[in-house]
T-cell receptor, first 114, second 109 residues
Framework: EAQVTQNPRYLITVTGKKLTVTCSQNMNHEYMSWYRQDPGLGLRQIYYSMNVEVTDKGDVPEGYKVSRKEKRNFPLILESPSPNQTSLYFC?????????????FGSGTRLTVV | DAKTTQPNSMESNEEEPVHLPCNHSTISGTDYIHWYRQLPSQGPEYVIHGLTSNVNNRMASLAIAEDRKSSTLILHRATLRDAAVYYCILWKGAQKLVFGQGTRLTINP
């Protein structure tokens, strides 16, 4: 089944403890992206990647890092999480950079930083 | 970012058609119109997209106005599982989808 898989689904951590949220897609998509969703603010893009070793900032990149060493994986790294990064995170992928393709989203990771 | 305007909420009955409107008066010639929906506790799900012509797929139909300044997502026969937030988005060639607040669709049994 074609899908975007995120892990973990739920995570509770403490301030300052580095964590990684993994994202993997099995569709050979070139484009991958991370979003966070917060009440009243909707979905906002954190980082995106147009291909292996090509990443760029989205609208809210502060406090996050990403890497794209392989086409299928696009992990989101929080080096020193803070409570304001408590949110629902989604990874998405797309075959290419054209708007003529639909995006596939993962099921989400609910992160709580205490 | 190109702006879309959708009603905050809509309500319909099961097994009836649903027409979800979206205004996008600032659309430019190369902007694709995407629709996604988000069910409770799930990630956004692609529904349909189009550029100029009306589009049909197994989930829905997309009717695009001739001037492209508005579009309508049509669910032909709503079920309870169609209750979700529906997002109308203009894809402008940037590497992101800009989500608005969407329309919360309630389906009554």
């Amino acid at each position: 089944e074609a899908q975007v898989t995120q892990n973990p689904r739920y995570l509770i951590t403490v301030t300052g403890k580095k964590l990684t949220v993994t994202c993997s897609q099995n569709m050979n998509h070139e484009y991958m992206s991370w979003y966070r969703q917060d009440p009243g603010l909707g979905l906002r893009q954190i980082y995106y990647s147009m291909n292996v070793e090509v990443t760029d900032k989205g609208d809210v990149p502060e406090g996050y890092k990403v890497s794209r060493k392989e086409k299928r994986n696009f992990p989101l790294i929080l080096e020193s999480p803070s409570p304001n990064q408590t949110s629902l995170y989604f990874c998405a992928s797309n075959p290419g950079t054209g708007g003529s393709y639909g995006y596939t989203f993962g099921s989400g990771t609910r992160l709580t930083v205490v | 970012d190109a702006k879309t305007t959708q009603p905050n909420s809509m309500e319909s009955n099961e097994e009836e058609p649903v027409h979800l409107p979206c205004n996008h008066s600032t659309i430019s010639g190369t902007d694709y119109i995407h629709w996604y929906r988000q069910l409770p506790s799930q990630g956004p799900e692609y529904v349909i997209h189009g550029l100029t012509s009306n589009v049909n797929n197994r989930m829905a139909s997309l009717a695009i106005a001739e001037d492209r300044k508005s579009s309508t997502l049509i669910l032909h026969r709503a079920t309870l599982r169609d209750a979700a937030v529906y997002y109308c988005i203009l894809w402008k060639g940037a590497q992101k989808l800009v989500f608005g607040q969407g329309t919360r669709l309630t389906i009554n049994p």
